[in-house]
């Protein structure tokens, strides 16, 4: 199984990204998915989770209005939309995929990708 994420980079605060992660090996459509980040000196948090058909999102609070997270599973693809960036976004930001919904915890994941550096500069 390999999760391959991309799309990060350096914006300025309001600004937007979008963030992919495009999934082999695997039955994509089976797997729910999710974002997380982690900052230097922090522990890796929660972002957004979209159920197996993308009928489901959930937000932390800290994102919900300004990300939005959605797949393409004829492309085996997730997203990850941010608008309204602000320096406190800033993070390495994974996309993972585990079989069951709803689950928040970095250890009910079962696969990651390798992360992209999102960096907002006030």
């Known amino acids: 199984v390999q999760l391959q994420a991309s799309g990060g980079g350096l914006v300025q605060a309001g600004g937007s990204l979008r963030l992919s992660c495009s999934a082999s090996g695997l039955t994509f459509g089976s797997y729910a998915m999710g974002w997380f980040r982690q900052a230097p000196g922090k522990e890796r948090e929660f972002v957004a989770a979209?159920?197996?058909?993308?009928?489901?999102?959930y937000y932390a609070d800290s994102v919900k209005g300004r990300f939005t997270i959605s797949r393409d599973n004829a492309k085996n693809t997730v997203y990850l939309q941010m608008n309204s960036l602000k320096p406190e976004d800033t993070a390495v930001y994974y996309c993972a995929a585990t079989k069951q919904w709803l689950l928040v915890a970095v250890k009910e994941y079962d696969y990651w990708g390798q992360g992209t550096q999102v960096t907002v500069s006030s």
């Open positions: 979209i159920s197996w058909s993308g009928g489901s999102t």
